[in-house]
C-alpha cells in the first residue's frame, strides 16, 4: 500500500545471537513459514534469505521436514515492517515473496499482534512460498471479472511485476490489456510467482492478484470494483474448480461500539446473513454481500459502505462443503485468492497457502481507526459458519 496511515519504518533487525545487541531496546521474533513445489508438495534443503526492504539481508536459513523454515529476528519496532524472502532450490526458479510482518510491541515483551490480540510468544506465521520448476519460457493465462457481476471485464490495462505480493512501485517485467472476453496471457523467461496489477480505468478501481508462470502454463482470476473512498471496504474471494462452495465471511465493528444480540460488538456477514442491518430500507444499509457463488468458482464480494470508526474487520474464507472434515485441505488447495480495496489504500490479496488443514481461513484483520492491516494467515476447523464468534 502506499496510503497506509500509522505505518512505521523497518527497525534494525539482526539474527539472533542469545542476548540483546548492545545499546538496543525491543524484542525477539520468530517468523516461520513453508516452501512449496507446483504440486503443493514440500520442497526440503531450500535456501531462505530474507532481507529488509532496502536489500539488506537479515536471516538465511534451510526448509527442513514438511518444507518448513524458522528465522529468529531482532526489531525495535516491528511495525508494518516488510520482510523480501528470496527462495533457492536445485531445479527450481529462484523464488520471490514479500511478507509484512505486522507486529507492534510496547515498551514490554508483550506484544500487540494484531487488534485486540496480545501475544506471550514472539512469533509470526507468513504465508506458503511457491516454487516453479525451471524454464526457458513459462506463462500464465487469466481473466479480469466484475466482482460484482461476475462478467469479463474488456481493455483493462495490466501490468507484471516479479515476485508474490510484490511491491508497489517495483519495476514491471511485463504489459498487456484484457481481451473482449477479459482474458490476458503473460510469459516470462523465469517461472514461479508474480503479482498482477490492474491500472484504474472507467469505472474501476485499480486491483493486484497474483499470477503462477509455469512452464505449462498457470491460471489466475483477477477481481475488479468501483472505486473505493475514505471509510468504505470492498472485499471479493474468487477460487478454483474444487470445492465449488466457498463463504466469503466479514466480521465488522458495530457503531457506537453497541454490542450484538451475541455480546461481541460485532455485525456478521455471510451468505446466510447478507446484509447489515438485517431490517429496514437498502438506503439505510452499512453494509452487505454484494455477490454469492455456492457452485462455482466466486466471486464472492462483500461491500461496506460506512465502517465505525474504531474497531476490528476480519475476513474469512470457509469451505462449506467440507465444513464437517477436521482433516480437510481442500480450501488450502482451492487457489483461493482474496481481495481487498479499503478507504485510500492501495488493493492488497492474499492467496490461500497450500496444504493447510482448515475448513475457515482467515487471512486477514484491520484496525479501523489506523487502517492498520495485519496478515493473520489463521486456520481452523470445526467453525459454525452462523457463529459470529467463529468469524
Known amino acids: 500500500m502506499t496510503a497506509r496511515r500509522g505505518f512505521g519504518l523497518l527497525a534494525a533487525l539482526a539474527l539472533l545471537a542469545g542476548c540483546t545487541p548492545a545499546g ?24 531462505v534469505v530474507l532481507a529488509t526492504a532496502a536489500g539488506e539481508s537479515v536471516a538465511e536459513v534451510r526448509t527442513t ?21 528470496l527462495v533457492r532450490a536445485g531445479g527450481y526458479a529462484e523464488g520471490r515473496a514479500t511478507f509484512e510482518v505486522n507486529v507492534r ?25 511457491r516454487l516453479a520448476e525451471e524454464a526457458d519460457v513459462a506463462f500464465v493465462s487469466g481473466r479480469v471479472l466484475d466482482a460484482v457481476t461476475g462478467d469479463p471485464v474488456a481493455g483493462v490495462p495490466l501490468s507484471l511485476q516479479a515476485g508474490a505480493n510484490a511491491r508497489i512501485g517495483d519495476s514491471a517485467v511485463g504489459a498487456g490489456e484484457t481481451s473482449a472476453t477479459g482474458e490476458f496471457r503473460f510469459e516470462a523467461t523465469k517461472a514461479g510467482a508474480y503479482t498482477v496489477t490492474a491500472a484504474a480505468s472507467g469505472e474501476y478501481g485499480a486491483a493486484r492478484f ?45 457503531k457506537g461500539g453497541i454490542a450484538g444480540a451475541d455480546g461481541t460488538g460485532q455485525y456478521h456477514l455471510w451468505s446466510g446473513a447478507t446484509s447489515h442491518p438485517e431490517r429496514g430500507d437498502e438506503a439505510d444499509r452499512e453494509a452487505w454481500i454484494e455477490r454469492t457463488d455456492a457452485d462455482g468458482q466466486g466471486p464472492e ?47 492488497r490479496y492474499w492467496s490461500a497457502s497450500p496444504g493447510e488443514v482448515g475448513t475457515a481461513w482467515r487471512p486477514v484483520e484491520i484496525d479501523v481507526e489506523t487502517l492498520l492491516t ?11 459458519p452462523a457463529d459470529p464468534e467463529a468469524f
Not at 65 to 84: C, F, I, M, Q
Not at 321 to 342: I, K
Open 65 to 85: 521436514g514438511d518444507g518448513e523454515w524458522r528465522a529468529p529476528l531482532y526489531g525495535t519496532e516491528l511495525d508494518g515492517n516488510v520482510l523480501v524472502a
Open 105 to 129: 510491541s510496547a515498551d514490554t515483551t508483550t506484544l500487540l499482534a494484531g487488534p485486540g490480540q496480545t501475544w506471550d510468544a514472539t512469533s509470526r506465521t507468513l504465508a506458503t512460498v
Open 301 to 347: 464480494t462483500v461491500w461496506i459502505s460506512s465502517l465505525a470508526v474504531e474497531g476490528v474487520v476480519r475476513l474469512s474464507v470457509f469451505d462449506n462443503d467440507n465444513r464437517s472434515d477436521d482433516d480437510t485441505t481442500a480450501l488450502a488447495g482451492s487457489d483461493a485468492v482474496l481481495q481487498v480495496w479499503a478507504g485510500e489504500d492501495t488493493p
Open 24 to 47: 538496543l531496546d525491543g524484542f525477539w521474533v520468530e517468523v516461520h513459514g513453508r516452501v512449496v513445489d507446483e504440486d503443493d508438495a514440500a520442497v526440503n534443503g531450500a535456501t
Open 374 to 384: 495485519y496478515s493473520v494467515e489463521s486456520w481452523s476447523v470445526g467453525s459454525d
Open 210 to 254: 497474483p499470477a503462477f508462470l509455469t512452464a505449462t502454463g498457470g491460471r489466475a482470476v483477477g477481481l475488479l470494483g468501483a472505486p473505493v473512498g475514505p471509510g468504505q471496504l470492498r472485499a471479493s474471494v474468487s477460487w478454483g474448480d474444487s470445492p465449488f462452495d466457498l463463504d466469503l465471511h466479514l466480521s465488522a465493528p458495530l
